[in-house]
């Protein structure tokens, strides 16, 4: 990808980042979330712990911002989810300047959250930090709204800083973590916080919100958009990139062959990563990432597949998991067990092992799996 294509998909991230929902009528699904909230402010219940979980890119932190806006909001009703917009704090929210949230996440030059970011740095530990700041005297003297993005990659060192906060919110304050499932949040975070889980995107919801966000693309390329999106916004920002959604397309013909060449997918797999460039390691970590969850939804759909039954919004990736049933090898064990690899591999693109390797170890593994 080149640098100028580089920063206009950056450039289109951060506009739609920014474009909230004016009302949570706007905000598109979460329907029961927004339900279970909207009860628990009416009737004085509110937690003061969350852990938001579900797939990236389906509105978990534009939600975490709406539930921010409601319980700052200067005009609107302190039982009510209910906010005007258009008061300073709202404003503020919107830009991410009020006094009073504090917003966190992963760096993009790091695979972790870093302890300096909880617990202050060295030279001020317990002095800064959202475990320190969350602790300070409200601004307006109401509550502090704390939102951790990237829970997912809170060390154990960095889940310990927590606890105390955890345990001991302090009065009036909201913290929400914001993650992809439960399983990958470590234990003592996991039973520290309520659970709200966010169901992805229904196909027709990707294409509203992909129509007002992206208007300078053509209707066909928001169709196809919607359609491969998988239910998820970030996904279908991804796949604007026609490289990438080429190779996507290439991926799953691969996959779908029997037998697997899994030498052939490993130099596949590894030049597309390599065109990121050798100084780009985030760049190249993200489409190894993409990758290995394009591996997910395939074996996934196979798995429907091989079952017989016909499920998805990706009309593509279907066709080719149908073709895979007929002569696959493997069943749904070899299926199943390809799927979880793919899950691993994910994961191990921010452990810092060698790329190479990685790649090479997993695309062997497929081919083993697949003639089970």
């Given at each position: 990808m080149s640098e100028s294509r580089k920063k206009k998909a950056a450039a289109v991230e951060q506009e739609v980042a920014y474009q909230l929902p004016g009302?949570?009528?706007?905000?598109?699904?979460h329907e029961r979330p927004k339900k279970w909230f909207d009860i628990a402010v009416r009737q004085g219940r509110l937690a003061s712990t969350f852990l938001f979980v579900g797939k990236d890119g389906i509105g978990k932190r534009t939600f975490a911002k709406l539930l921010a806006k409601a319980l700052f909001c200067k005009n609107s009703d302190p039982?009510?989810?209910?906010?005007?917009?258009?008061?300073?704090a709202c404003v503020q929210v919107d830009a991410s300047t009020h006094p009073d949230l504090i917003e966190i996440g992963k760096p993009d030059d790091k695979s972790t959250i870093p302890v300096d970011l909880l617990i202050g740095p060295p030279e001020?530990?317990?002095?800064?930090g959202l475990c320190h700041d969350i602790r300070l005297k409200a601004f307006y003297g109401g509550r502090k709204v704390a939102i951790l993005d990237d829970a997912d990659t809170l060390q154990e060192e960095g889940a310990n800083c927590l606890l105390k906060t955890l345990e001991e919110p302090p009065p009036?304050?909201?913290?929400?973590?914001?993650?992809?499932s439960e399983q990958k949040q470590l234990p003592t975070i996991r039973s520290r916080c309520q659970i709200v889980r966010f169901r992805e995107l229904q196909r027709?919801?990707?294409?509203?919100?992909?129509?007002?966000v992206l208007p300078q693309v053509s209707a066909e390329e928001i169709k196809d958009l919607a359609g491969c999106a998988d239910g998820s916004i970030s996904q279908a920002l991804l796949l604007k990139d026609p490289e990438l959604r080429q190779f996507r397309y290439q991926l799953y013909e691969r996959l779908a062959k029997c037998p697997l060449d899994f030498m052939e997918l490993a130099k596949a797999v590894g030049g597309l990563a390599d065109a990121a460039g050798k100084d780009v390691g985030a760049l190249?970590?993200?489409?190894?990432k993409i990758v290995f969850e394009f591996g997910e939804r395939f074996y996934r759909q196979l798995l429907i597949a091989l079952d017989g039954k016909k499920l998805g919004s990706d009309d593509m990736l279907q066709a080719k998991a149908e073709t895979a049933a007929k002569d696959y090898r493997g069943g749904r064990h070899g299926a199943l067990a390809c799927w979880q690899r793919c899950q691993t591999a994910a994961e191990d693109v921010d452990r810092f092992i060698n790329q190479s390797m990685l790649i090479e170890a997993w695309a062997a593994d497929l081919a083993k799996y697949s003639k089970a």
């Open positions: 009302t949570w009528d706007e905000l598109l699904g039982t009510s989810l209910h906010f005007c917009g258009t008061c300073e001020a530990r317990m002095r800064e009036g304050s909201v913290l929400i973590l914001i993650g992809t027709e919801q990707v294409h509203a919100v992909l129509e007002r190249k970590r993200a489409r190894m």
